[in-house]
């Protein structure tokens, strides 16, 4: 039996904050803020949105980004949403998940290195117990 390994990049859980501008609502608020669920160097998910997005929809975003506990720094990008997920708090909130289709290069390597080394932290965290 083989097993497929659909993600690209490691996932870690994170909370950052994050600015969202979707172009394609009307008549309604488009910008949007909203804290992240997880993160990896290919997206991101999106927590608790009550505003029902098609998948395939693009925005901009702006992921205020902890490199360090001294360092905070404004990562922009360019996304896509891939799925969307109900949440278990409240049926009328949707967890989004973003693939990042336009980000730097040097940003993506720094979430990289972030979800590397928080999943360290997650793994010794675990050992310990």
Not at 69 to 84: H, L, R
Request: proline share 2%; aromatic share 6%; glycine share 6%.
């Amino acid at each position: 039996m083989n097993r497929i390994q659909r993600r690209e990049f490691l996932r870690v859980p994170a909370t950052f904050d994050v600015k969202i501008l979707i172009s394609e609502l009307e008549n309604r608020e488009n910008e949007i803020l909203i804290t992240t669920r997880n993160i990896s160097g290919g997206g991101l998910r999106l927590s608790g949105i009550n505003q029902p997005l098609q998948i395939g929809t693009n925005l901009n975003g702006v992921l205020w980004f902890e490199k360090d506990q001294n360092m905070n720094m404004e990562i922009e990008f360019e996304g896509t949403i891939v799925n969307a997920v109900p949440t278990f708090q409240k049926e009328e909130l949707i967890e989004y998940g973003v693939k990042f289709i336009k980000i730097s290069r040097l940003h993506q390597e720094m979430i990289i290195r972030y979800c590397l080394k928080r999943q360290i932290e997650i793994n010794n965290t675990l050992a310990i117990k």
